[in-house]
């Protein structure tokens, strides 16, 4: 069974820092590009940022240079580290994990909320 299991969400005020953590499990990590989305309130899912498994990264214009993804393959995390938040970075954010052998296979996570108060 995949599971993607997100933590680290919460509230915090502008400025601040989160970091938020995805750990998978029932998939080869490795061959899967993985990436953090987020939903607001009455808004499409956006990708934020994304990383390959050999560590090349993307990201939304919006963040660069406030966030950072990470991953370890060695323990099957993703790790979206958030600074200097800002209100508009509330959201639901998820974890995803894609691949293409073939065939596009794809996960989500449950999400976790981040709130950013003014």
């Known amino acids: 069974q995949v599971q993607l299991v997100e933590s680290g969400g919460g509230l915090v005020q502008a400025g601040g820092s989160l970091r938020l953590s995805c750990a998978a499990s029932?998939?080869?990590?490795?061959?899967?590009?993985m990436g953090w989305y987020r939903q607001a309130p009455g808004k499409q899912r956006e990708l934020v940022a994304s990383?390959?498994?050999?560590?090349?990264?993307s990201y939304a214009d919006s963040v660069k240079g406030r966030f950072t993804i990470s991953r370890d393959n060695a323990k099957n995390t993703v790790i979206l580290q958030m600074t200097s938040l800002k209100p508009e970075d509330t959201a639901v954010y998820y974890c995803?994990?894609?691949?293409?052998?073939?065939?596009?296979?794809?996960?989500w996570g449950q999400g976790t909320q981040v709130t950013v108060s003014s």
């Open positions: 995803n994990a894609i691949r293409w052998f073939g065939t596009r296979t794809e996960y």
């Open positions: 990383i390959t498994s050999g560590g090349s990264t």
């Open positions: 029932g998939i080869i990590f490795s061959s899967y590009i």
